[in-house]
């Protein structure tokens, strides 16, 4: 009896420790990849970012809960809360007060894909590469 439910013990411990989800760290340096935007026909499109473009923003999220955004010129800075069970990441900007509400649609150890809603409806997505120094 004893040994039956050594087993259904560990059975049940492998079973648990088994089915747990990686969950990666929103914490970096993230460089714009691509931008998915609306395109001349209406339709939504993926525009790839090359690396040399000025159209590449930099989003830096330290461990301290800052941010900022840089581009060419700085672009904003504050704080951040990103909540792992909702997806939701809260920008409050230090410089005029704004409190900007965003999904993360995808997270893993390379790539951090943001949507931009209005009203419930799409406006934009966003996709980050980390930066790996």
């Not at 809960?65 to 792992?84: A, L, Q, V």
């Not at 995808?106 to 934009?124: I, K």
Request: net charge positive; with cysteine; charged share 25%.
């Amino acid at each position: 009896m004893k040994s039956l439910l050594k087993v259904l013990f560990l059975s049940v411990f492998f079973i648990l420790s088994c089915n747990k989800e990686k969950r990666y760290s929103i914490v970096g340096n993230w460089e714009t990849a691509a931008v998915y935007r609306i395109d001349e026909t209406g339709n939504f499109r993926w525009y790839e970012i090359p690396s040399y473009s000025r159209a590449k923003r930099l989003f830096n999220l330290s461990e301290a809960g800052s941010y900022y955004f840089f581009s060419d010129i700085p672009e904003g800075h504050g704080i951040y809360n990103y909540d792992y069970a909702t997806k939701k990441l809260t920008l409050a900007s230090s410089s005029n007060g704004s409190v900007q509400l965003v999904d993360v649609s995808y997270l893993d150890e390379n790539f951090l894909t943001v949507d931009y809603y209005y009203n419930a409806v799409l406006l934009a997505r966003e996709k980050f590469r980390r930066i790996k120094r």
